[in-house]
């Protein structure tokens, strides 16, 4: 706002000078110049990358869906909050533990039929929360969803590298995370159906929410079909023949390691539990976080084609560090929030600043690691995420339920700034380095 005021206060004087008929014609030449370079920065890429770009924001619909009614549709059939992370536990843990293995089978046989595989199995999973509600077979539901998640997690980034130039990947990246976010829009608002089929057949909660756990199973299918074209030429197999993990980059991943492991301990202690957070804060109903968390999501979208201009102008790192000081003010903020209001607005500050820097990390990622250790460097990254993310979630669930509401979020805002000071202190050099002709 300041520097908006600012440019006002110096160009004020210039005003009526631009207002001529010519000058204005004039403005809106530069203006339509600017969109056009926007919009041509977002279109060449190949088939491939744009089939895997559609079949992501379609599978996010479901996620998005599951995002905001998971830990309430728990608490409602009567699970503590410990289970609730406990089963939680078992999707994350999953992942990370096999994350690294599929990572390196997919940099020697392939990546596409990891990916294909994923739709399947998450498929199955969304399946059976239709059919059941007892506490063994949704671990059974959790664990099938890890794995899916496993084998897409680190092999989707590295594929959709190897379909894109080292000067697309940021845009390619950044409309990825745009068309997910368009997709979990739509899961978040879906939200809001439970409590509409309440309230219009008289359906319990439990029965209106399973419902649409089956239609996102089916959603979930049809994410297989933009991948079914894909052509992925067999070439890793040479370069990785002899060798278990072909990477060389040690130095470099430990540090994105450790620091993105610091975010995923964070969010496992507040991420998975802010619906049932603003609902117990608040007394609000699912309808409404639904549609906050779409909100968000929309802004998270247009951060998401922004955020490429402004790495081309600051670099990777100042755009993820300064968007994450923003955010983690945002998320203390939230706790001091007087109503529903204030924290939703909050809420969707800091989703957006948190995850908009998400396609300049991975293009910094990418960027950083040979093009033969993408899919096994970039697992092993996300596998520390996971297993951060995972590991506190029973106690923030216990925490959260039974000592103090706050706690789980002053403590996701304090493994946030040690990351992002270490992030900083770290790759600021490393991307000078980089950047040296």
């Not at 289970?83 to 046989?109: H, K, Q, W």
């Not at 059976?128 to 899916?148: M, N, Q, S």
Request: glycine share 8%.
């Amino acid at each position: 706002m300041l520097i908006f005021l600012l440019i006002m206060h110096l160009n004020f004087n210039n005003v009526r000078g631009n207002l001529r008929p010519s000058n204005l014609s004039v403005s809106f030449t530069r203006i339509a110049g600017v969109v056009k370079r926007f919009y041509n920065s977002y279109t060449g890429f190949e088939r491939d990358a744009k089939l895997l770009i559609i079949s992501g924001a379609i599978s996010s619909i479901s996620y998005g869906f599951l995002d905001v009614t998971y830990a309430p549709y728990m608490d409602i059939i009567g699970l503590g909050g410990a289970l609730i992370g406990t089963l939680m536990l078992v999707s994350m843990l999953s992942s990370a533990i096999l994350m690294i293995p599929f990572g390196i089978l997919a940099d020697r046989y392939g990546r596409k039929p990891f990916v294909l595989v994923n739709v399947l199995l998450s498929t199955l999973s969304f399946g059976i929360y239709f059919f059941v509600t007892d506490v063994v077979t949704f671990a059974l539901a959790e664990l099938i969803r890890g794995i899916g998640w496993a084998m897409a997690w680190g092999t989707s980034g590295a594929l959709l590298a190897e379909k894109t130039s080292e000067k697309q990947r940021p845009y390619a990246f950044g409309l990825s995370s745009f068309g997910f976010s368009v997709g979990a829009v739509i899961g978040y608002l879906m939200g809001a159906v439970p409590d509409f089929l309440t309230m219009v057949y008289g359906m319990s909660n439990i029965q209106s929410i399973r419902i649409m756990y089956l239609v996102t199973a089916f959603v979930t299918l049809s994410a297989i079909f933009p991948l079914i074209p894909i052509k992925e030429e067999k070439r890793t197999l040479e370069k990785t023949k002899g060798k278990r993990l072909n990477i060389t980059s040690w130095r470099i991943l430990a540090w994105f390691v450790l620091t993105n492991g610091l975010i995923g301990l964070g969010a496992g202690f507040m991420v998975p539990w802010f619906s049932l957070y603003f609902i117990a804060k608040f007394g609000v109903n699912l309808g409404e976080v639904g549609i906050v968390f779409a909100v968000s999501q929309v802004g998270m979208a247009i951060a998401y084609l922004l955020i490429p201009k402004m790495v081309e102008k600051i670099g990777c790192v100042h755009t993820i560090v300064y968007s994450q000081w923003t955010a983690i003010l945002s998320l203390l903020l939230i706790s001091v929030s007087p109503n529903f209001a204030v924290a939703s607005v909050l809420y969707m500050i800091r989703v957006t600043l948190m995850n908009m820097s998400s396609p300049a990390f991975s293009s910094f990622v990418m960027g950083l690691l040979k093009s033969e250790e993408r899919a096994s460097g970039n697992s092993i990254i996300w596998a520390s995420w996971n297993i951060a993310n995972a590991l506190p979630r029973p106690a923030a669930g216990y925490i959260m339920k039974n000592i103090f509401l706050d706690m789980s979020l002053y403590i996701c805002a304090s493994l946030y700034s040690v990351s992002t000071i270490i992030f900083y202190t770290v790759f600021r050099k490393v991307e000078k380095k980089s950047n040296k002709p």
